[in-house]
């Protein structure tokens, strides 16, 4: 088994590496040669989550799970508040080939989700990019989102204003302008990624333009909420997996009100194999429900286990 260490990923996957790899996923999910077995999340108390995402892609030839969660005192400890390694199994034998990472890893094919959904779903011409968040993932979501349009400024707004800098400081390392908005002018925005750990809507139907792309990426678990289940109603619905939308996801909200049919939310695989047409004109809003799966940190996490075996890099333990 190789133990490939958090320190080495970044040296060993890019972010185009992760769009590739999550892209392919979607894909390979929407062919039914890979699927997600039901997500394991627990709360231990004090905010803190702890949980297990799994999956097979028959095609790829991975088997493994994600154990990691969410602990939201680590920052004050110089800790990222998302914790997690990857475990990767031959499919065949069932024996354990890897151990990997799982901490940078998770923000790359998060933002690489969300960015496989610009891509397909985000008018071509779009200008300005919104951002509502400004954590760890925000940063990874805005560089990522900026390979697959060419925006010319970006607007953020997040509950703790103080954290914006952060978010500004990656926007300059990129040639783009930001501002700090309110709510509101988040109508400004043709693409905007939510990205919070909140617990309630901000952002409502009425903060978003017609033709708007939305990638909501922060809403993960059962009793979050980014935005307001109005919009889902007003818009056309894709989602990574259905059934993790509708109970972790941001659809939970919608389809639970029943403003939202399950059956109206298309897995963005079938966009990228071709079955369903994606944005169908430049009025619609699109909105892309981004609840990370499984299957997304195997494709990842292989990646980082080939480029280590090829440079002779991790640690070889036999198990
Ligand atoms: P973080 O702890 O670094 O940042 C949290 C963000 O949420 C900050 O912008 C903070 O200001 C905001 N926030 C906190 N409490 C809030 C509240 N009550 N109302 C509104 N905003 C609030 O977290 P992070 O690592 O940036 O992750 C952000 C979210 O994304 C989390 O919910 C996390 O679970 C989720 N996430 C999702 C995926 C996925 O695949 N969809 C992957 C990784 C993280």
Known sequence: ??????????????PEDAFAA????????????????????????GGRQYGFKSGLDRAGGQLGVKAGGYFP??????????????????????????????NLLTALRTAAASAVSIDRLARPEAKVLGIVGAGHQAGFQLRA?????????????????????????VAAELG??????????????????????????????????PGTHLACMGTDTV????????????????????AQSVTIGEAQHAVGSGALAEAAITPIGQVL???????????????????????QDLAVAAVAVARARERGMGIEVRV
């Not at 999910?29 to 709360?43: C, D, S």
């Open 145 to 169: 989102a900026a390979r697959v349009r060419r925006f010319e400024r970006v607007i953020g707004w997040n509950l703790h204003p103080e954290m914006l800098p952060r978010l500004g400081a």
């Open 273 to 295: 194999v071709g079955a369903h047409p994606g944005r169908r004109s430049a009025g619609e809003i699109t909105l892309f429900d981004g609840t990370g799966v499984g299957l």
């Open 1 to 14: 088994m190789l133990i490939v260490p958090e320190a080495l990923i970044a040296s060993l996957v890019s």
């Open 223 to 242: 009793g979050k909420q980014e935005v307001e289940p109005a919009l889902l109603a007003g818009a056309s619905v894709f989602a990574d997996e259905v």
């Open 73 to 102: 005192g680590n920052a004050e400890k110089g800790l990222i508040n998302h914790q997690s390694s990857v475990f990767l199994f031959d499919p065949e034998t069932g024996r354990p080939q890897a151990m990997v990472g799982g």
């Open 22 to 45: 999550v892209e392919a996923t979607f894909a390979a999910m929407a062919r039914g040669e890979a699927y997600n077995f039901p997500v394991v999340r627990e709360a231990l108390g």
């Open 176 to 209: 783009l302008p930001f501002e700090a908005v309110d709510l509101p002018r988040m109508r400004e925005a043709d693409v905007i990624v939510t990205i919070t750990s909140s617990p309630a809507a901000s952002l409502m139907a009425a903060h978003v333009s």
